[in-house]
């Protein structure tokens, strides 16, 4: 990605047919090579002449021959998205059409673009930094609300207006220790330690607020993972087709019908939500089985809430529904629970009673432990309502909707990870009295790091890594 003089082209909207098709060129001989080929339908017109951001209806010709009427959109540097002289030639759907502009330009000097190359160059011509560039990525993979709320937030400046802030406030005192390095042998202090030291607290304590989004915006981002967890014949399968309204998982009487994890996506209130129906959790009757019950456990690990279902029968105290295995049932159910409780303190965990349609509701025990029950029937799709409240009532949007800056981005979590430690550090040695020239390591450790998220410090490699997983034409 080292070449960004030329002139590149690519479609910009999705392969295949459809009303229209947009082709999209930037870079300094743009506007030049498409005046080349079109001729204006209403009056003679040189595209290098007219004003910036104007469309313009005409005919693109290879030669005599006409490959579409097509409209013309000019935008000149430096206000386009690229900071480059771009044009967008909105042509008719068909791939034929297509892959004929696109050829015409090819085999005249244009070179194809990579991915994401728009959009990298739009962050070399300081058109955005480069966590507002990562954003427009995200925008496009965004398919919840939250997802795209998070993604608009950073593509707007945001989370980078945090950052130029923390960093111009870290540069300052680090030029003015810089600078009493110069005179040490005068024994000089042009930063003021006292506020100093205040000014290392809040950036900390602002760090250590962003770090600590990142559990909420990367949750947000990829979307909630729900295990479904509970000994067979529960109705774990039932209330995943239930939930999705769709037969998704195989249901059946037989224990054991589920031997691996099964997941579906579904968006409740804006956010998305992860459901993994899992293998019954009972002593397995085989090797396959245990394979399916092994994999409970690690999804019920990598999950963010945990459903956890038993039969209602298990609760009643009516000998018509309540046998003499439920016994064992309601025990092995709390002594799963709590192992579950006790491995992962943290956990969300949401006790569900199913099949609450076979019971006499006053002869109901709700007192099996400390969390409170929700009562559904999977079968006859009751209760579902205040299971899915409950379930995005977990999940924390306030930071989000009182629009504070949520981190979402693994790279950007661990750079501001590492300036946080750097400033713990120059914390540390204030309080010691540690001298200056140590004090400037860590600053500079911390600058690094921030400079990093938003493009003032990059390499090749980086810029590789980010851009290739964008699509192109963008």
Sequence with gaps: MKNHQDTIIALATPAGSGAIGIIRLSGADAIKLVNRFFESKFKNKDLTKVKSHTIHLGYLKDGEKILDEVLISVFKNPHSYT?????????????????????????????????????????????????????????????????????????????????????????????????ELDFAEEDVEFADRKQFKNLVQQIQTTLKHLVDSFAVGNVLKEGVPVAIVGEPNVGKSTLLNALLNEERAIVSHIAGTTRDVIEDELILNGIRFRFIDTAGIRKATDEIEKIGIQKTYEKIGEAKVVIFLIDACALSKNATCHHPEHDKVLQDFETELNNIAQKYPHKKILIVVNKIDQIDLKDYQTDTNQYP???????????????????????????????????????????????????????????????????????????????????????????DNIFRNFCIGK
């Design 83 to 179: 900071g480059e002289d771009v044009v967008e030639i909105s042509v008719h759907g068909s791939p034929y059409i297509q892959q004929q502009v696109l050829q015409l330009f090819l085999k005249n000097g244009v070179r194809h673009a990579k991915a994401g190359e728009f959009t990298l160059r739009a962050f070399l011509n300081g058109k955005m930094d480069l966590s507002q560039a990562e954003a427009v990525a995200d925008l496009i993979a965004s398919n919840s609300e939250t997802s795209h709320q998070l993604a608009l937030q950073q593509m707007r400046g945001g989370f980078s207006s945090e950052i130029k802030k923390l960093r111009d406030e870290l540069i300052h005192f680090a030029s003015l220790i810089e600078l």
């Design 373 to 463: 029950l929700i009562e559904i029937s999977a079968k006859h799709k009751t209760g579902l309502d205040r299971l899915t409240s409950q379930l995005t009532s977990l999940v924390n949007k306030g930071l989000l909707d009182q629009n504070e800056v949520v981190v979402s981005n693994a790279r950007h979590y661990q750079a501001l990870t590492e300036a946080l430690q750097s400033i713990i550090h120059v914390n540390q040695a204030l309080d010691n009295d540690v001298s200056t020239d140590l004090l400037t390591i860590d600053i500079r450790a911390a600058l690094h790091s921030l400079g990093e998220i938003t493009g003032e410090i990059t390499t090749d490699d980086l810029l």
